[in-house]
Antibody
């Protein structure tokens, strides 16, 4: 059974870099061709996709965060990481990692195939404050 | 990116009720819509993918339907543990959520 666990500092100072790691257990991160996503949730709000990485190293990011986000993968240690630079109080949120079942292929109507995010970490709260 | 709009934003219901939540996409997405349940302090849980396929272990009182731009999540007979917030999702976009309350 695949499990995922986020780790990293719970408190980050404004203007600094938020760094989180998601460790995957129960399966190899580079098996199955999965995508691995980061999602966050501001207090009392909905879910916001931050970005993904494929085991091959390809990435995609939310345009609203793209200038500040880097997601990387370490297949030897079976984890992937999130870095968010120049944080402000607006980055205070619960951060989740998830296994993302989007496909590389499109259907006959030109829509990318997507089967949801089936495994999630428990989430880690990050507060940005001095 | 496709925008997803859920309705209603909140819903009051009672145990045993049948409830339906709607998700409308700003453009057609075939049947590639997922539904999640989130309880306070917990991570979202995948309920349904590909619009109508029940994720393993999810009770059969949950069902999904739709294709193109209009989708629904139905809970046939509400149980106490179903009171939660529900989200739809396609690729990089989540709906704004529907809070199901007693």
């Amino acid at each position: 059974q695949v499990q995922m666990q986020e780790s990293g500092p719970g408190l980050v100072k404004p203007s600094q870099t938020l760094s989180l790691t998601c460790t995957v257990s129960g399966d190899s991160i580079n098996s199955g061709g999965y995508y691995w996503s980061w999602i966050r949730q501001h207090p009392g709000k909905g879910l916001e996709w931050i970005g993904y990485i494929h085991y091959s190293g390809s990435t995609d990011y939310n345009p609203s965060l793209k200038s500040r986000v880097t997601i990387s993968v370490d297949t030897s240690n079976n984890h992937f990481s999130l870095k968010l630079t120049s944080v402000t109080a607006a980055d205070t949120a619960v951060y989740y990692c998830a296994r993302d079942l989007r496909d590389d292929y499109y259907d006959s109507s030109g829509h990318r195939k997507d089967y949801g995010m089936d495994v999630w970490g428990q989430g880690t709260t990050v507060t940005v404050s001095s | 990116d496709t925008q997803l709009t859920q309705s209603p934003s909140s819903l009051s219901a009672s145990e045993g009720d049948r409830v339906t939540i709607t998700c409308r996409a700003s453009q057609g997405i075939s049947s590639f819509l997922a539904w999640y349940q989130q309880k306070p302090g917990k991570a979202p849980k995948l309920l349904i993918y590909a619009a109508s396929t029940l994720q393993s272990g999810v009770p059969s009182r949950f069902s999904g339907s739709g294709s193109g731009t209009d989708f629904t999540l139905t809970i046939s007979s509400l149980q106490p543990e179903d009171f939660a917030t529900y989200y739809c999702q396609y690729l990089n976009t989540f709906g704004q959520g529907t809070k199901l309350e007693i």
